[in-house]
């Protein structure tokens, strides 16, 4: 073996020296900042269905028929609650899909 190869077999076969941690990896956690809080996967599926599902319910009503012309033919001579009965139907579409958004994200 030439001389080198002698001084890289000694160089490998020596003990390695100690590095004192002093508590490194404590330190360096606490110096951190707090973690940021991640939406779960079940609440973000939940709230895209429930975004997928208002951003529907507004276009069709935007761009559908009137819904109290739907029950004008079925209530004759009212037409105060044929407009009530649709604005029921309206807020039954976009309040219930937010109450159970609401009930399942408490739950959880």
């Known amino acids: 073996m030439n001389r080198i190869d ?7 076969r020596a003990d390695e020296p100690v590095i004192p941690k002093d508590q490194f990896c404590e330190r360096v956690l606490s110096s951190l900042p707090p973690a940021k809080r991640r939406i779960e996967s079940s609440a973000a599926r939940r709230l895209s269905f429930a975004a997928a599902a208002f951003i529907g319910s507004l276009v069709t009503l935007l761009l559908g028929a009137p819904i109290e ?21 309206v807020a039954g579409v976009f309040v219930i899909p937010l109450l159970w958004l609401m009930y399942t994200e408490g739950a959880g």
């Open 6 to 12: 002698e001084i890289i077999e000694e160089a490998l």
């Open 69 to 89: 012309g739907l029950f004008v033919g079925y209530i004759e001579h009212s037409e105060l609650i044929s407009i009530l009965l649709g604005a029921s139907v």
